[in-house]
């Protein structure tokens, strides 16, 4: 079956090292996108990508970045963490517009 | 500018109907809803068409009115299963097409 995975599902890291976290979706969708989730602040956008070798950012995507290589990979990468980092994040991907998103079981991140 | 979801939270009993509404202060393409049980991934329920097209699952049903672009998730006899937090977001078309931000969320507690 067609599945989304992220990995590590945890990690703790220290202030100012660089951090990537992986996300690969066997779905063959042309969107995935990256997304933080915080107590009171719901979910929100750090980067998102329409297709192999586009990226853009979202509405916190500074401190991060991604690079899209191929379909099903994009991974999200912290420059250099910050304790502001500590999040829960989601990877996420979709056909194209008009379909529902597919998200996959998240990464807590703690940054010390 | 992220979609207002009201109640905040809502408990019921279980077989009691529930409905949670979603307005955004800008025009939309499509609405979707997703529900998020603790400690998991929100899951895709539903999206709500500009023009009226409706896709989804479940015995759940949702409106969107595209002129007060406010949009409404219908929970009727409801089951333990339906508690989580039930998000709305908004694609707001255009150059975002597919880009979705999200609303605050909305705490369901089904009581037996």
């Known amino acids: 079956d067609a599945e989304i995975t992220q990995s590590p599902r945890h990690k703790i890291t220290e202030t100012g090292r660089q951090v990537t976290l992986a996300c690969h979706q066997t779905w063959n969708h042309n969107n995935m996108f990256w997304y933080r989730q915080d107590l009171g602040h719901g979910l929100r956008l750090i980067h998102y990508?329409?297709?192999?070798?586009?990226?853009n950012k979202g509405e916190v995507s500074d401190g991060y970045s991604v690079s899209r290589s191929n379909t099903e990979d994009l991974p999200l990468t912290l420059e250099s963490a910050a304790s502001s980092q500590t999040s829960v994040y989601f990877c996420?991907?979709?056909?194209?517009?008009?379909?529902?998103?597919?998200f996959g079981s998240g990464t807590r991140l703690t940054v010390v | 500018q992220q979609p207002v979801q009201s109640p905040q939270a809502v408990i019921l009993r279980e077989g009691e109907d529930a409905v949670i509404n979603c307005s955004s202060s800008k025009a939309l393409y499509s609405v979707h809803w997703y529900r998020q049980k603790h400690g998991e991934a929100p899951v895709f329920l539903m999206i709500l068409l500009k023009g009226g097209e409706q896709k989804g699952h479940e015995k759940i049903s949702a409106s969107f009115n595209e002129k007060k672009q406010q949009s409404s998730l219908y929970l009727t006899a409801s089951q333990l299963s339906y508690s989580g937090t039930y998000f709305c977001a908004g694609d707001a078309g255009g150059t975002s097409y597919g880009k979705l931000t999200f609303g605050q969320g909305t705490i369901l507690t089904v009581h037996p």
């Open positions: 996420a991907s979709s056909p194209s517009r008009g379909y529902g998103y597919t």
């Open positions: 990508s329409y297709g192999v070798q586009d990226t």
